[in-house]
């Protein structure tokens, strides 16, 4: 590889250098691209569905592209995953987010394919086309061996893969664990605070005990570019934490206060827990699942000796949950 286009080198004769990133389009991703953009990257986002997030063609330097007509609708059940190679030609970075909280069947299979077998097309297409460097998005709680869910064990299997890979093939690899994550436009705050305003006057919750160190999605986006340029970086998985931790019951209480729905937060026994969750399944969107369910019979909190993130829920959230809110979206 040219040493002018090594990862971390102080000039690049080409101008600009360039970043793919998988999962650009979503919750995470955006902030991600919108970091690269401001700090003079090109970025290529592919997108099955680009037609939604058309808004981000428009953002300086970023070019969005639409998968479909390569990959059909699904990137990953393509095993040669036609397209990446073009994309990846010449590309410095690859940062790779895609991944999903719930798949089609229950039998594991959906999750498969898009943690592992997507991760693995894309960082051999990356090194076939010497791209050196890999950012991956791993989750607090993946466990290859131990996970609790297919959630977790296929993330795990996928972030273990990833630095194996990266080591043999001479691919700087860093991968990030956060727990969930908060932000305009999340899909936890903003679940549960829709949920409420359903519910009448209570709110009954599965694992209401379960504990959580909710990390701000700025935070995680500015740590991911801090990496890029950071050799002490490589190699490493990071666990990314806020700077406090709750219950689950906590969040949802307070996610429905602020959001001008308070309710008294009732933890389901067991049982019924599993029953919501099996009956959950069959809702449109699939809002939850025996999976989820199992994901949080772990603590989703950073060791006490963890360097936390700064950013306070209490200083956000109301700026996209309260009812008078303008950032609901981002
Ligand atoms: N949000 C959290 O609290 C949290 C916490 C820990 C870890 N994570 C991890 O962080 C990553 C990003 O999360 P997020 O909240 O930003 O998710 P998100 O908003 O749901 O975005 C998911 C992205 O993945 C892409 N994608 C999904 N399925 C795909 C498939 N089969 N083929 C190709 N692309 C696919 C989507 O792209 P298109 O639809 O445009 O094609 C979208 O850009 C995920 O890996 C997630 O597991 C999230």
Redesign the pocket.
């Known amino acids: 590889m040219d040493e002018s286009h090594a990862v971390g080198g102080i000039t690049d004769p080409r101008g600009q250098r360039r970043a793919v990133v998988?999962?650009?389009?979503?919750?995470?991703?955006r902030r991600i691209v919108r970091l690269l953009s401001e700090a003079g990257w090109e970025v290529v986002v592919?997108?099955?569905?680009?037609a939604?997030?058309k808004d981000m063609g428009l953002w300086p330097s970023v070019v969005l592209v639409d998968?479909k007509s390569v990959a059909q609708s699904?990137?990953?059940t393509h095993r040669e995953a036609p397209g990446l190679a073009e994309l990846l030609d010449g590309a410095d970075l690859l940062v790779n987010?895609?991944?999903?909280?719930n798949e089609r069947g229950n039998d594991g299979q959906g999750f498969k394919?898009?943690h592992i077998k997507?991760t693995k097309a894309a960082l051999r297409a990356a090194a076939d086309a010497g791209v050196p460097r890999y950012l991956h998005?791993?989750?607090?709680g993946a466990d290859e061996e131990n996970g609790a869910s297919h959630y977790q064990r296929t993330?795990g299997k996928a972030e273990n893969w990833v630095h194996r890979f990266g080591r043999k093939h001479d691919i700087a690899v860093t991968s990030f664990r956060?727990?969930?994550?908060f932000g305009p436009g999340?899909?936890?705050l903003n679940r549960f605070a829709g949920l409420a305003k359903l519910m009448p006057g209570i709110f009954p919750l599965a694992c209401a005990g379960a504990r959580f160190s909710p990390v701000y999605v700025g935070d995680v986006a500015r740590r991911y570019v801090e990496a890029i340029n950071d050799p002490a970086t490589f190699g490493e998985s990071y666990d990314l934490c806020g700077p406090h931790d709750y219950s689950l019951g906590e969040l949802v209480s307070y996610a429905a206060s602020t959001s001008g729905h308070p309710r008294w937060v009732i933890g389901l026994p067991g049982w019924l827990a599993r029953l919501q969750a099996r009956v959950m399944e069959w809702l449109p969107g699939k809002p939850f699942s025996r999976d989820n369910l199992a994901s949080l019979q772990r603590p989703n909190t950073c060791e006490p000796d963890c360097q936390r993130e700064p950013t306070r829920l209490e200083d956000i959230a109301p700026s996209y949950l309260a009812p008078d809110a303008c950032l609901a979206r981002w």
């Not at 998988?22 to 991703?29: A, N, S, W």
């Not at 592919?46 to 680009?50: G, H, L």
């Not at 956060?178 to 994550?181: A, E």
């Open positions: 998988l999962g650009g389009t979503g919750f995470v991703g592919p997108s099955r569905f680009a939604r997030h998968m699904d990137l990953a987010l895609v991944g999903i909280l394919r898009v997507l998005m791993s989750a607090l993330k956060p727990s969930v994550i999340d899909s936890f």
